[in-house]
């Protein structure tokens, strides 16, 4: 019988998931199908719940349910735990369990796809919402001489920074206080670059030897990495091979199979630059 899974999210219905998870179950001969579920706040857990009574296999979650969904599930995997968000839910015997693959899926794609490695570095995290909670434990993975998390409004980066404060050298504060300050890496975890913003950080933060990665990602450049090439940054990057790579890891939790992801990663990059390129 056909396995059914799907993302739920509002709004889903600009996602690549279906065309990343099609490709992956071709790659591995599984037979199953993905859909998308546009679901409101307020039907996000009866829908879920009525996916699985009705034999569903397994779901990504995506805005904004992280956190929600992490209320309803029977079982958390640590890093889930920790992050106390979940981006994929799969069915074990009757229960279910959330994880969350965000993390992973970043340092993949930093470490694997883009080849880049450092020793003890400065790592600047923008954002305090749900993708820098999955971001920071395995950024911390890197083991920074100092990871400084800085957000619009500098109360929730505090509060991220405390919930993780045994776990590294970490700092909290608002985009000013930004100053005059070095990073190796500079990760965009805020949805800025969404709405063709950019996070009101200081210019100095950026140099030719820094690693600028956008989490968001579309058609051309993102106002993040724009915004970082114009002042030379080392790198700037965007997020289609974590997209690809947290699918991955989903993946694998799925169906116990990991797909190669190169393959996809180049199909949906050259989709975007044709996307890029085509007047509209
Ligand atoms: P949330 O809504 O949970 O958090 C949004 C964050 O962005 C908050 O910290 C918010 O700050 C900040 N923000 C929003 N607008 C601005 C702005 N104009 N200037 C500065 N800060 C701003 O979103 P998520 O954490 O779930 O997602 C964040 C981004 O990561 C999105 O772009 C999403 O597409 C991307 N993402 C990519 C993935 C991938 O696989 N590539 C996976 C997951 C996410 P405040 O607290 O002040 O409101």
């Not at 929730?156 to 776990?167: H, K, T």
């Not at 969404?194 to 996070?199: A, D, N, Q, T």
Request: glycine fraction near 10%; include cysteine.
């Amino acid at each position: 019988m056909t396995a059914t899974y799907g993302l739920f999210g509002y709004p889903v219905h600009h996602s690549w998931s279906p065309f990343i998870h099609g490709m992956f179950a071709r790659q591995t001969g599984q037979d199953m199908s993905y859909r998308l579920y546009e679901s409101p706040p307020e039907r996000f857990r009866s829908e879920v719940l009525e996916f699985f009574r009705s034999g569903g296999s397994g779901v990504n979650v995506t805005l904004p349910h992280k956190r929600i969904a992490a209320d309803l599930v029977n079982e958390l995997t640590p890093r889930a735990q920790l992050a106390d968000a979940v981006n994929t839910v799969v069915r074990r015997d009757e229960r279910l369990v959330g994880d969350n693959t965000d993390g992973a899926g970043l340092l993949t794609d930093l470490q694997k796809n883009l080849g880049l490695q450092w020793s003890s570095p400065r790592i600047l995290l923008l954002g305090a919402g749900g993708a820098a909670r999955g971001a920071l434990g395995p950024l911390l993975g890197l083991r920074p001489r100092l990871l400084v998390v800085a957000n619009r409004s500098a109360g929730r980066a505090l509060e991220l920074v405390r919930d993780f404060a045994d776990q590294g050298p970490l700092s909290g504060c608002e985009f000013a206080r930004l100053e005059h300050q070095h990073f190796d890496l500079i990760v965009n975890a805020t949805s800025a670059s969404l709405r063709g913003e950019v996070p009101l950080i200081p210019i100095d933060v950026v140099d030719s030897m820094t690693t600028c990665y956008d989490m968001a990602y579309g058609a051309g450049d993102t106002a993040f990495v724009a915004w970082a090439k114009r002042l030379g940054a080392g790198r700037a990057e965007q997020g289609w091979g974590m997209l690809v790579e947290q699918a991955a890891e989903a993946f694998h939790l799925w169906r116990g199979i990991r797909p190669d992801t190169a393959p996809v990663l180049r199909a949906l990059r050259s989709r975007a630059a044709m996307a890029a390129r085509s007047p509209s």
